[in-house]
């Protein structure tokens, strides 16, 4: 069992839901951490720890924020604020958020889930999820009469750089929705500080193009069961993400008819890429509680991976992303939030609950 925590506060309309997960990824091979992964150790500004960015900190700030608003939403009746910790992120969401919207526990007027962005930069959409799996059947035989048999790896081989050529025949159709050029910009730019950071040397276009395109990730391989026989079966698993303007199943549909006779093509996950738009309310007030907070210029953008905003976009409930951390942290050996941060995500967020509530 995996218990999801939900608490509220006040009553009515206009209803805020501040969300954040519980679970982290495992810490990896433990003796290239510097500090113990679930020491919580803090050093100067940082705090280290497996999941200290992904998603901690984020995770405090939302209650620390919820525990001293509460007694304010209370007194003045001026909406319903919510708090809720969620589990399964990390692996799809599927007994969190996403359980929690189908049966009505989790809805409201708008919501701030606190994973990392940076304290100047506020996530308004993601790419879709479009996970599939390539199948290619055979016929075994013994691995010196290779004509006697139909090698299903060689067949997977094939399908592999002729899905890659179709994807790039399907991106070329794709058009981004126009109230998205300024984020996609943004993401570009942030993403390219990323790869700088890491020592490795990308171009901005190469980024772009990333981001607004359906990316092409053979991740897992399997077939043959001894190398002297001809393998009868093979099988990928293929990711992909897809921009806002398309849908996972329109690339599906594309790869089936262009791989048919080939391989099957079986869906292992799909969601849909999903924005909130920058006119929304609840964006207005996260982009302005940075610039008044933090006297930042504050940046939108879209990010390539999905979260939990997904199913609240998904019901209507406009979602922005911020809270502390830099992205290029997670999932990282050595991950850690800087108490900084945090303490600019959380002024920045009783700035935006405020405003949302209209309470002094």
């Known amino acids: 069992d995996k218990p999801n925590i939900i608490a509220k506060v006040g009553k009515g309309k206009p209803t805020l839901i501040l969300n954040g997960h519980m679970d982290v990824v ?39 924020v919820f525990a001293e608003l509460a007694p304010i939403i209370e007194k003045t009746s001026s909406g319903t604020l919510i708090f809720s910790a969620t589990v399964d992120e990390e692996t799809g969401g599927h007994a969190g958020v996403e359980a929690l919207v189908k049966d009505g526990t989790l809805s409201g007027d708008a919501a701030i889930i606190a994973e990392p962005s940076g304290s100047t930069r506020y996530y308004i959409g993601e790419k879709g999820l479009c996970q599939i799996k390539l199948i290619a059947r055979g016929r075994p035989a013994h691995g010196s009469l290779p004509i006697l048999g139909d090698n299903a790896i060689m067949k997977l081989t094939r399908a592999i750089e002729k ?25 570009a730019e942030v993403y390219l500080e ?15 193009t990333m981001i607004t395109t359906t990316t092409f990730n053979p991740g897992v391989i399997r077939g043959g069961s001894k190398v002297n026989v001809v393998p009868d079966y093979a099988e ?20 089936k008819r262009g791989l048919e ?7 292992i996950d799909t969601s849909e890429p999903n924005y909130t738009n920058p006119s929304e309310a609840i964006t207005r007030l996260v982009h302005e509680g940075i610039e008044r907070i933090l006297n930042e210029s504050p940046r939108p953008i879209i990010v390539t991976g999905a979260t939990d905003g997904r199913y609240l976009r998904d019901r209507g409930v406009p979602t922005v992303v911020y809270g502390p951390g830099e992205l290029a942290l997670a999932h990282a050996y050595d991950e850690y939030v800087t108490i900084n ?10 700035y935006v609950i405020k405003k949302f509530f209209n309470i002094g």
């Open 261 to 267: 006779g080939l391989v099957d093509v079986d869906i």
């Open 341 to 350: 941060d945090l303490l600019k995500a959380h002024d920045v967020m009783i």
């Open 26 to 64: 495992p810490p990896g091979d433990e003796t290239k951490w510097t500090h113990p992964p679930f020491s919580g150790k803090i050093i100067e500004d940082k705090v280290y720890g497996r999941g200290a960015t992904d998603m901690k900190g984020g995770l405090a700030v939302i209650m620390t």
């Open 194 to 208: 990323v790869t700088k950071s890491m020592g490795l040397n990308a171009a901005l276009n190469d980024i772009e």
């Open 163 to 187: 899905a890659e050529s179709l994807i790039k025949e399907f991106n070329r159709t794709i058009k981004i929705p126009n109230d998205l050029t300024e984020a996609v910009k943004n993401s």
């Open 236 to 255: 990928l698993e293929l990711d992909m993400r897809v921009p806002p303007g398309v849908s996972p199943n329109q690339v599906i549909d594309y790869l």
